[in-house]
Nanobody
Framework: QVQLVESGGGLVQPGGSLRLSCTAPRMIFSMYTIGWYRQAPGKQRELVAQITRADNSEYVDSVKGRFTISRDNAKSTVYLQMDNLQFEDTAVYYC????????WGQGTQVTVSS
């Protein structure tokens, strides 16, 4: 089955930064909008950012101004730069295709803690 692979999570203090990476098969990467999702303990999974093939990006209000999504076509990789991380950003982060949901990967854990 086709899967997208997430990496880059970790433990960071409030105000810190992390950059997540999502690698996709080239065909998938070139055809679809790719999104970053997160699921915090006890909460539903939510879409936090997405980027189209034309590099148009959208964000959920809670991360606007702090997170930046980008894509590297040569590497078939989508990045999520997360700055000024807050406690409420703690979650498992996943990438997927908002308009064609694929099998979910394992995600990458982001923990914001002092």
């Amino acid at each position: 089955q086709v899967q997208l692979v997430e990496s880059g999570g970790g433990l960071v203090q409030p105000g810190g930064s992390l950059r997540l990476s999502c690698t996709a098969p080239r065909m998938i990467f070139s055809m679809y909008t790719i999104g970053w999702y997160r699921q915090a303990p006890g909460k539903q999974r939510e879409l936090v950012a997405q980027i189209t093939r034309a590099d148009n990006s959208e964000y959920v209000d809670s991360v606007k101004g702090r997170f930046t999504i980008s894509r590297d076509n040569a590497k078939s990789t989508v990045y999520l730069q997360m700055d000024n991380l807050q406690f409420e950003d703690t979650a498992v982060y996943y990438c997927n295709l908002p308009f064609k949901i694929m099998t979910w990967g394992q995600g990458t854990q982001v923990t914001v803690s002092s």
